[in-house]
Nanobody, 121 residues
Framework: QVQLQESGPGLVKPSQTLSLTCTIS??????????WNWIRQPPGKGLEWVGA???????YYSPSLKSRTSISRETSKNQFTLQLSSVTPEDTAVYYC?????????????WGQGTQVTVSS
């Protein structure tokens, strides 16, 4: 059973960088063909895909967030990290990490419980 757990600060000030880590247990971040994703849900809105890192370490980003987003991984710790720079209150959301086999088709099979991030001074 794969489990994902998000961690990071719940409050970030405007213009700063949001940094979240997803720790994977019960599976490996290098398992063939899987993509590890960051997805967020702003208050009162739907889910928004932020980006992903593949089992090979290749990264993929939402076009609307690409200029501010960086996703990396630490294979020895079985973790991957999201960094979102120059945040504004519009980046306030519940952030989830999730696994998917086909990045184009979706169908996430494991999700973290989500972590609330609020951008406020």
């Amino acid at each position: 059973q794969v489990q994902l757990q998000e961690s990071g600060p719940g409050l970030v000030k405007p213009s700063q960088t949001l940094s979240l880590t997803c720790t994977i247990s019960g599976g490996s971040i290098t398992t063939n063909l899987y993509y590890w994703n960051w997805i967020r849900q702003p208050p009162g809105k739907g889910l928004e895909w932020v980006g992903a890192i593949s089992y090979r370490g290749n990264t993929y980003y939402s076009p609307s967030l690409k200029s501010r987003t960086s996703i990396s991984r630490e294979t020895s710790k079985n973790q991957f990290t999201l960094q979102l720079s120059s945040v504004t209150p519009e980046d306030t959301a519940v952030y989830y990490c999730a696994r998917v086999l086909d990045l184009a088709r979706g169908g996430y099979d494991y999700w973290g419980q989500g972590t609330q991030v609020t951008v406020s001074s």
